[in-house]
């Protein structure tokens, strides 16, 4: 069996780093808010381009604990419409509607999945107060345009950066295009922890003051609590893992984007609709970091069977759109059709820094020989 994702395989390759870092974090007697959380901040912040970096529990959090310090920052007021991807995982706008603002769904470009910036120019109005632009699948969305947006419009922008990590465009990496990004370190992600991390990116130091109070009680100094925060903190474990997975990061993108382009120039079959992205065709200006090799096809459960069938895992990202999900019965009525085809036509190949050149052919292989 072809495994989506071997993430035993992909420690495996740091295996002695990773002991070293986890015996110096044991040793330490200091668990959290210490050096490693500290270091790795200064050098995620280094490798993203901005000020400031701040750890937390996970990515959900980073993109809850923006919109909430925004909040408390009075640049945002409870029902403030957010715009947001119609088409993303659940935890950009879950980030959103815990924070009592309104997400505002766009559909999004058909060809690249991201946000359409035109569908974003309609759906302003005086409520609008954000953005929240999500790099899906590991490919910046369309940021100088929805930064002009932005600008034109007063607006803060908020990036997902939870799929993008070492992702760019003109040379600026995701986590450094908006006012701040969320960053999720979820063990399956292209810079993944051994559990769960996560982290705020931002060159605001106001914002990234708050983000922090917010996420330990609130407390800037011990004792003092300034707001009514919550205990969202990245520990000194993660940090110190995260801080040699850090170091490979580029090394493991560079892998990917080889199987990427293998699986592009490999696989024709008029079935199967390659990703569309940006820097395997023309514009060299933006880098994809492949975090999913997301293919379209019409009949998903046939294409599914077949590559089972050849002993392939693959998965679907993503099955059921947000507008169509139980937590958000009430939006069941909205209509997006780009958003409903994308979702039932989507389908992941395997795509890992660590998959042989075999799995790889052997996939392109089975993608070859599927009849609808
Ligand atoms: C994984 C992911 C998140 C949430 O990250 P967690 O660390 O699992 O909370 C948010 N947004 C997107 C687009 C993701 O893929």
Same mark, same amino acid.
């Given at each position: 069996m072809i495994s989506f994702l071997d993430l035993k395989a992909i420690n495996a390759q740091y295996r002695d780093e990773l002991v070293a870092a986890a015996t110096r974090v044991i040793d330490s007697g200091w668990y959290i808010h210490g050096t490693e959380v500290k270091s790795f901040e200064q050098e995620f912040a280094a490798y993203c381009g901005t000020e400031h970096c701040i750890g937390v529990a996970?990515?959900?959090?980073?993109?809850? @604990?923006?919109?909430?310090? *925004?909040?408390?920052?009075?640049?945002?007021?409870?029902? /403030?419409?957010?715009?947001?991807?119609?088409n993303t995982y659940i935890a950009s706008? #879950?980030?959103?509607?815990?924070?009592?603002?309104?997400?505002?769904? $766009?559909?999004?470009?058909?060809?690249?999945?991201n946000i359409d910036p035109a569908n974003i120019r309609v759906a302003l109005t005086e409520k609008t107060k954000a953005i929240v632009a999500v790099h899906l699948y590991g490919q910046l969305a =369309? +940021?100088?345009?929805? +930064? =002009?947006? =932005?600008?034109?419009?007063?607006?803060? $922008?908020?990036?997902?950066?939870?799929q993008a990590h070492g992702a760019e465009a003109n040379g600026k990496k995701?986590?450094? *295009?908006?006012n701040a990004s969320g960053f999720s370190f979820?063990?399956?992600?292209?810079?993944?922890?051994?559990?769960?991390?996560?982290?705020?990116?931002?060159?605001?130091?106001e914002l990234a003051q708050t983000i922090r109070a917010l996420g330990n009680y609130g407390s800037e100094r011990k004792y003092e609590n300034l707001?009514?925060?919550?205990?969202?903190? #990245? /520990?000194? +474990?993660?940090?110190?893992? @995260?801080?040699?997975?850090?170091?490979?990061?580029?090394?493991?993108?560079?892998?990917?984007?080889?199987?990427?382009?293998?699986?592009a120039l490999g696989i024709n079959n008029p079935e199967i609709q390659l990703p569309v992205s940006a820097d395997v065709s023309a514009n060299a200006l933006s880098y994809h970091a492949?975090?999913?090799?997301?293919?379209?096809?019409?009949?998903?459960?046939?294409?599914?069977?077949?590559?089972? /069938?050849?002993?392939?895992?693959?998965m679907i990202h993503y099955p059921v759109p947000p507008h169509q999900q139980q937590a958000y019965q009430n939006w069941r009525s909205q209509s997006l059709p780009v958003t409903e085809a994308i979702h039932n036509e989507v389908l992941s190949l395997p795509i890992s820094p660590v998959m042989p050149v075999a799995q790889v052919q052997q996939v392109?292989?089975?993608?070859?020989?599927?009849q609808a």
């Open positions: 996970n990515g959900l959090d980073a993109l809850t @604990l923006v919109l909430r310090a *925004w909040k408390e920052l009075g640049k945002l007021n409870e029902g /403030d419409e957010v715009i947001v991807p119609a706008i #879950l980030a959103i509607t815990e924070n009592r603002l309104k997400p505002v769904l $766009v559909e999004p470009d058909p060809q690249s999945y =369309a +940021m100088p345009e929805i +930064m =002009a947006i =932005a600008e034109e419009h007063n607006l803060l $922008v908020l990036e997902d950066s939870a995701s986590g450094n *295009w908006g979820y063990p399956g992600k292209n810079l993944g922890a051994l559990g769960d991390a996560g982290a705020v990116t931002t060159s605001n130091a707001y009514q925060g919550v205990n969202s903190r #990245l /520990d000194e +474990m993660q940090a110190a893992l @995260l801080r040699v997975k850090l170091k490979h990061l580029d090394s493991e993108t560079l892998r990917r984007r080889e199987i990427a382009t293998t699986y492949f975090h999913l090799f997301v293919v379209r096809t019409h009949n998903r459960i046939a294409l599914q069977q077949h590559l089972l /069938d050849a002993g392939i895992q693959i392109i292989a089975a993608c070859n020989s599927y």
